[in-house]
T-cell receptor
Framework: NAGVMQNPRHLVRRRGQEARLRCSPM?????VYWYRQLPEEGLKFMVY????????ESGMPKERFSAEFPKEGPSILRIQQVVRGDSAAYFC??????????????FGNGTRLTVT | KQEVTQIPAALSVPEGENLVLNCSFT??????LQWFRQDPGKGLTSLLL?????REQTSGRLNASLDKSSGRSTLYIAASQPGDSATYLC????????????FGKGTKLTVNP
């Protein structure tokens, strides 16, 4: 039973380009969460999705950032027109239905985005 | 707004010592508290989850306690080993917070052989 899979592990983009980060949740998990870890900062919640629905995007910047979790395929975090301040580690986590309160989140190894 | 603080930010101990990591949170209305371990360049590994109705959880050499009313949790590591070296993160889910975890900045632990 594979864990949460994120790819790519490392991503380098020039300012102004687009970054697409992918996350495949654990088998049987229908809830996906994205967190961002800036250098020397703690992890910050960005967005919470269920299949085809955004449940809570209160932590996501209003501009340039978007997330989806389609019926088929991985969840995608998309950052348009990247800036240096977007450089961070982006982590995806998954849980089963209504699992957050009773079972721990399972995290992927993250995608480290570097904007040059 | 929930805030989570971890003290100390870094800790260096000789192998074999027992140690305590501290976590405090400002809003005691939580569903649960979780301790994670993060190794450099890696993701997070869940260590212990304490429900709001529980006082402690144990796994091997790890013991986590929760005092919800005072907004505190401790992670006790017995007989520390060099392999315990990592950053330890504390996180809570706040009631009414739509299931998102609020993290502290972590305690970076180094266990010296």
């Amino acid at each position: 039973n594979a864990g949460v899979m994120q790819n790519p592990r490392h991503l380098v983009r020039r300012r102004g380009q687009e970054a697409r980060l992918r996350c495949s949740p654990m088998k049987g998990h229908s809830h996906v969460y994205w967190y961002r870890q800036l250098p020397e900062e703690g992890l910050k919640f960005m967005v919470y999705l269920q299949k085809e629905n955004i449940i809570d995007e209160s932590g996501m910047p209003k501009e340039r950032f978007s997330a989806e979790f389609p019926k088929e395929g991985p969840s995608i975090l998309r950052i348009q027109q990247v800036v240096r301040g977007d450089s961070a580690a982006y982590f995806c986590a998954s849980s089963p239905w209504q699992g957050q309160y009773n079972s721990p989140l399972h995290f992927g190894n993250g995608t480290r985005l570097t904007v040059t | 707004k929930q805030e989570v603080t971890q003290i100390p930010a870094a800790l260096s101990v000789p192998e074999g010592e027992n140690l305590v990591l501290n976590c405090s949170f400002t809003d005691s209305a939580i569903y649960n508290l979780q301790w994670f371990r993060q190794d450099p360049g890696k993701g997070l590994t869940s260590l212990l989850l304490i429900q709001s109705s529980q006082r402690e959880q144990t796994s091997g050499r790890l013991n986590a306690s929760l005092d919800k009313s005072s907004g505190r949790s401790t992670l006790y590591i017995a007989a520390s080993q060099p392999g315990d070296s990592a950053t330890y993160l504390c996180a809570v889910i706040t009631q009414g917070g739509s299931e998102k975890l609020v993290f502290g900045k972590g305690t970076k632990l180094t266990v010296n052989p």
